[in-house]
C-alpha cells in the first residue's frame, strides 16, 4: 500500500532490462518497510510477461558459502532446462557449481585464480541461455558474499545487452564492507 511511485520506477527498470539493457536495482531501506514485498510485486510483473524469475537469498552468517545465492538462482527450473541446451564447455563450469548425477568432466573440481573468468561466463551463459529476459532476485544484499559480489560486477558486464535485471534488497545500517 503507497507503494505505486516506486513500484512503477522498478517496472520501468524492468522493462529497459527487458529491451535489452541490463542492469542492477536496489531497494533500500530500514528492516521490515517492505523490501521484499515491493521486490515480489516486480518479480509477479516479470513473470506476467514471460520472463524467467530466480530468487536467491543472502544469509548474514559467519563462514558464508561463497556463490550460494548463484547456486539459487541456477537450481530454478527454467534455468535448468535452458541451461541444458549450453555448450559442453560451458556445462562444464556450470557443474562446478552444481554437481549433477552425470560423469565427472575432466579437469580439476576447484577454480583456480587465473580459471575465474571462463567459470563466471560459463554460470552468466546459463543464466541467460532461455532466450527469454531474466529477473534475478537477491534478497538481504548487505550479507552478500565477496564472490557473489565479483559475479554480479562480471556478469553485468559481459552481458550489457542482455534483458536481464538483478533486484536487490538492502538494509539499512546493517552493511558489509564494500557493498554500497
Sequence with gaps: VGRAAELARLAERWRAAAAGRAGIVLVRGDAGVGKTRLVAELAALARAEGAVVAVGRCFGSAGRVALAPVADWLRTPAVQRAATSLDPV????????LPD???PARGHPTIDAWQ??????GLARALTA??????????NVQ??????????AFCLGLLADAPLLVAG???DGDHDPGVA
Design 90 to 97: 560451458w556445462r562444464t563450469e556450470v557443474d562446478r557449481l
Design 101 to 103: 548425477a552425470r560423469p
Design 116 to 121: 575465474r573468468l571462463r567459470f563466471f561466463e
Design 130 to 139: 532461455g532466450g527469454r529476459p531474466v529477473l534475478l532476485v537477491l534478497d
Design 143 to 152: 550479507w552478500c558474499d565477496e564472490e557473489t559480489r565479483a559475479f554480479l
Design 169 to 171: 534488497t538492502l538494509r
